[in-house]
């Protein structure tokens, strides 16, 4: 079982503010194609980047930094940002007892 922990984040489009997070979500799908197919359904086309960490076996990619702009269109007037999304893949295994 394949696991995407998404964390949002969002700032303004001024030069002097900065990201913040305003959610978190987790998506679970059966393997890894299908959570990599999500992700394309999801975002399309939007510019992703490699997400890494450091180990003590040097860096690993862990998933994918996805940014795009955003609005609310619910009501006026409309509010517009700048969205960056972190995408990172977990394993999760199960525990028998």
């Known amino acids: 079982m394949i696991k995407l922990h998404i964390t949002m984040t ?21 393997d890894i194609q299908s959570a990599k197919t999500w992700i394309r359904e999801t975002y399309g086309k939007a510019k992703r980047v490699p997400m890494y960490v450091d180990t003590k076996n040097g860096t690993k990619k862990v998933g994918y930094v996805i940014g795009f702009h955003n609005a609310d269109w619910s009501h006026n007037p409309v509010e517009k940002w700048i969205q960056r999304d972190w995408i990172s893949f977990k394993s999760e295994t199960t525990i028998y007892l």
């Open 10 to 30: 969002g700032k303004s489009y001024s030069p002097k503010s900065t990201f913040s997070i305003f959610n978190e979500e987790t998506q679970t799908f059966p």
